[in-house]
């Protein structure tokens, strides 16, 4: 039992004489019954005596030991909490310390008074009294009270470390005064921490580290950790940009860039990547996390200790930005674990010109981390020693305990925000501190110099041999030519597939019949023990009736189709997202549940010994973080079928900064290809307006390039042939697919199984099943509206007998539109007359300001008579649906009627 009593105990010194012992022995029969029906502060007591017995006087005889003991346990557990509040961490001497109250024991033992605040109150502070388990409570309790441990980087590395940091910052600024590149002045140690974590992850035979970071020291890091060539960095300083022969680029500003690189460390290989970031800051930690999941799965790194994620933030963006909480929340998830996240803060003390009483609630800018119950180490930047120990101690954590830790680095910017920023606009009192301020590469080498392990003469020699280093990479700058592994080196991506070019004719993706049987035989076929509900019993078997039989095959079968084949090629498939094994329309039932023990069974995941993984993850309820994971894991396994769903296609708005800043942009910018599949259920049908729109114009007006696919298929077929396309075709490129929901059961949303089997493909466009040629008026239109517009047609011949010649084209991918295919259909039709593009969106939205010149320049081209393309839909609005379904209802009908030019009823 543990015995730290709290320090209010010594509060009942009084209590305990010769006429209280009677009150003290029935509190003690009380605690023997029940310990927690008497104060703490007695608990503790009547437990450090550790006797059943009734009490007596005589157990006082030696009080004054045992109410030292309890001061003494007292203090330790003090301290423990909360002595990072006391320690020494500012370089500047600026912060104000709190905490002093918790730390008053005037008559503690001063020995050991001095010995814990060594412990807890020197250049590191600790926190970790919060962790819930006593286990790892006692190891930081065990590693930070032993005797001081060196760090595993020797005097001479880190000194190495810090003159290569301090150095390459003064280079850049006197070569290119006044051009901005974040420097790392002020924060060095981060050189000397990065390198303590490569050592000791060399050490342990870690296969890849993946860094993200953002801005500040970014070049630092890409020259002193990962070696980018020097001259790679010059030359962009000097305005040069790169990309392969053949292949434009926007390419991104230089401290925005990433870069790869293997090094070999005590006879191992190491892969290092530092993965390209916006100027959102912190939006690259869950991609990190997602591309380490995929090494990890995809190299069979069960242990998750060969592939490490590391993240180096900003302390503004760590305590500001939300997404660094819903990261945090990954990482004991089990579709999103990696092993436990080494975070490094380079803290600042400012973010941009925010002091910290305005950036953040609470003591520390890292409290955030708490919520997952990580340990904290605040650490003194200008103690480089101490920066290596927390890092050592970090590792070792991260090893054991596989569970996210931070190490929140104390420093400044002796520049400002960057080097054309004046901080003492808003900062004077610390700009006057930081200048006053010597550098932690002096500070470490007067150090060496009073110990005598180093001379001035012999540091003046290292100083200047990192010198020579920067000016030979600075003379070949000038002539220096593009290396693709720059920009390739993160993972094993053909930039050949950069030269995709759209297609006139998709490929094939379609599966022997043998083998859609194979999969549509284990969709319903459950172990012996496990108990189903019954009607979800009937629906998995019908599925499999449906596919043995060749009866019509609907959304869900169909889906469950592709995966189950991609698998049985060799192919992993992951989809994630809030509610996705069930599907948030109960239609997709991936994931099913034992009805009497709660297990979960995938039975795609079971078809055969050979097939590649099936995972079907439920998210948490996080759009952001979530698809950034996603991406990344689609970048650390390009031959996977990654997937993410959204509840509603409305919700993905959380997640605009991935969709923007990495899906859309990312190839362009840094040469990433990346083959995720967007998942957006879409469809006006009253449901107001939040579940009714994706906003399908906003993926429109980011397609440019080539960069995209946008597609809205409108049958169970299409649906199937594009998800295998996604691997099929070696280009990867991200798909976005605007899915239903209503459609999902509807009677006449079905393909046939041979729509699925050999020699079919992906059909960008789709005619008129039953008006093939010679119609008198077109309608051109994409998902669900197609389905209403036929029933309303086949309701308006029935009602009045007279066959329509209105046909319905619908355009089922509309990003790389699909020019050539529609020139053929129209082609078809030279005598109509009219010719309507149809949404159910509001004019402002859906696909008609993406669709209207591109359709009419498609006329001009296949030489038809109608020249313009007429609009009809919701008026513009600036809520994407309306909340009242009879207006909805009657806008719906409105629409309708005017788009086949019947008359209102």
């Known amino acids: 039992m543990s015995k730290s009593p709290l320090t209010g105990l010594l509060n009942n010194r009084d209590a305990m004489n010769s006429e209280n012992v009677a009150y003290l022995s029935e509190l003690h029969s009380r605690w023997l019954k029940d310990p927690q029906s008497v104060d703490r502060a007695y608990a503790t007591l009547f437990s450090n005596l550790g006797d059943d017995n009734p009490f007596t006087l005589e157990d006082f005889s030696d009080k004054k030991n045992l109410l030292r003991q309890i001061s003494d346990d007292s203090l ?17 001497n600026m912060q104000i310390k709190r905490g002093e109250d918790a730390l008053f024991f005037p008559d503690a033992d001063p020995d050991l ?31 930070l009270e032993s005797s001081y441990a060196s760090p595993s980087l020797s005097d001479e590395d880190i000194l190495a470390a810090l003159i290569a940091a301090e150095e390459f910052e003064a280079f850049c600024q006197q070569r290119y005064p006044g051009v901005r590149r974040f420097g790392l002045e002020g924060g060095e140690s981060l050189i000397v921490a990065l390198r303590s974590l490569v050592n000791n992850a060399a050490l342990r035979k870690v296969k890849t580290i993946s860094f993200g970071m953002s801005h500040r020291g970014r070049l630092n890091v890409m020259a002193n950790i990962l070696h980018k060539d020097l001259a790679a960095i010059f030359s962009e300083f000097a305005g040069k940009t790169f990309q392969p022969p053949g292949i434009s680029v926007s390419g991104d500003v230089k401290y925005h860039l990433g870069t790869s690189t293997h090094l070999t460390l005590h006879d191992h290989d190491i892969e290092l990547s530092l993965l390209p970031n916006p100027s959102h800051l912190e939006a690259i930690g869950p991609v990190i996390l997602g591309r380490v999941r995929a090494l990890q799965d995809s190299r069979k790194d069960k242990e998750r200790n060969q592939h490490l994620a590391v993240m180096i933030h900003g302390d503004a963006a760590f305590a500001g ?33 925010t002091s910290q009483q305005n950036a953040y609630s609470g003591y520390w800018n890292t409290d955030v981390a708490k919520s997952v119950a990580a340990p904290i180490l605040h650490v003194n930047g200008d103690d480089a020693e101490a920066v290596a120990r927390c890092t050592d101690l970090a590792y070792q954590w991260q090893r054991q305990f596989k569970r996210d830790i931070v190490i929140d680095i104390q420093c400044y910017r002796r520049n400002g925000h960057n080097e054309t920023d004046d901080p003492a606009f808003t900062q004077p009192l610390m700009v006057k501190a930081i200048q006053a301020q010597p550098g932690v590469k002096q500070r470490f080498g007067q150090k060496l110099i009073q110990k005598g392990s180093l001379t001035t003469e012999l540091l003046a020699q290292k100083e200047q041999s990192y ?25 094993p991506i053909d930039p050949t597939r950069l030269l995709d070019k759209p297609e006139r004719l998709q490929p094939m993706t379609g599966v022997p019949l043998t083998r859609l049987r194979e999969v549509g035989h284990f969709l319903s076929k459950i172990p012996s023990d496990f108990t189903l509900h019954p009607r979800l019993k009937r629906q998995l078997e019908s599925r499999t009736q449906s596919v043995n039989e060749g009866s019509p095959i609907d959304w869900a079968t169909a889906e469950a189709l592709a995966f189950g084949t991609l698998a049985l090629d060799g192919h992993p498939v992951r989809l994630s997202g809030q509610d996705c094994g069930r599907g948030t329309f109960t239609q997709r039932h991936a994931v099913l549940t034992d009805q009497n023990t709660g297990r979960n069974f995938t039975p795609l995941a079971h078809i055969n010994h050979r097939q590649a993984p099936v995972d079907i993850w439920n998210s948490p309820l996080s759009e952001y973080a979530v698809l950034g994971f996603e991406y990344g894991y689609s970048l650390g396994n390009p031959e996977a079928l990654a997937a993410w769903e959204a509840q509603f296609g409305d919700f993905s708005n959380g997640a605009q900064i991935i969709i923007d800043q990495f899906l859309a942009s990312g190839e362009t910018k ?8 967007l998942l957006l259920p879409h469809g006006y049908e009253g449901a107001g307006p939040e579940h009714s729109s994706a906003r399908p114009e906003r993926y429109l007006q980011l397609s440019a390039e080539n960069n995209l696919r946008v597609c809205w298929p409108s049958t169970p077929a299409n649906y199937f042939h594009a998800l295998r396309r996604q691997i099929i075709r070696r280009c990867r490129k991200p798909l976005i697919i605007f899915s239903p929901k209503s459609l999902l059961r509807n009677r006449l949303t079905v393909s046939s199984l041979a729509e699925m089997g050999p020699q079919t493909r992906f059909q960008p466009v789709l005619a008129d099943p039953l008006i093939t040629q010679d119609a008198d008026r077109i309608i051109v239109c994409s998902g669900k509206v197609y389905y209403d517009l036929f029933q309303a047609r086949e309701e ?15 355009i089922e991918q509309l990003y ?5 295919a529609l020139i053929e259909i129209f082609q078809k039709h030279p005598q109509a007359r009219e010719i309507i593009w149809c949404q159910e969106e509001p004019h402002n939205g859906g696909a008609w300001q993406f669709v209207n010149r591109r359709i009419e320049k498609v006329l001009r081209t296949a030489q038809h008579p109608v020249k313009k393309l007429d609009y009809v839909g919701r008026a513009a609005s600036a809520s994407p649906a309306t909340g009242s379904l009879s207006i909805h209802q009657a806008e719906q009908k409105a629409l309708l009627q005017k788009a086949l030019s019947l008359k209102m009823s």
């Not at 660094?324 to 010109?353: D, K, M, P």
């Not at 990479?473 to 993160?490: C, I, K, L, M, T």
């Not at 308006?796 to 619908?810: D, E, F, M, P, Y």
């Open 113 to 143: 008074q001095a010995r814990y605040r060594r412990f807890y109150c020197g250049t590191i502070g600790a926190e970790f009294m919060h962790l819930l388990s006593p286990q790892e409570r006692q190891w930081w309790i065990d590693q």
């Open 467 to 491: 010198k020579n280093i920067l000016l030979n990479g600075f003379d070949r700058s000038a002539s220096y030519e593009f290396n693709s592994h720059n920009w390739f080196g993160d993972g």
């Open 796 to 810: 308006a011949q029935k009602n009045n007998g007279i066959q329509s010649r209105t046909a319905l084209i619908r």
């Open 321 to 353: 930005q939300g997404v660094v909480y819903e990261t945090l929340q990954l990482s004991q998830l089990e579709g999103y674990r990696t092993g436990g996240t080494i975070h490094f803060i380079v803290n600042n003390q400012i973010g941009f010109t």
């Open 670 to 677: 840094w040469l990433h290809s990346s083959g995720l599949t």
């Open 76 to 92: 330790k557990t003090a301290y423990r909490t909360f002595g990072h509040l006391q320690a020494q961490l500012d370089p500047l």
């Open 816 to 820: 790389p539109f699909p020019h050539h």
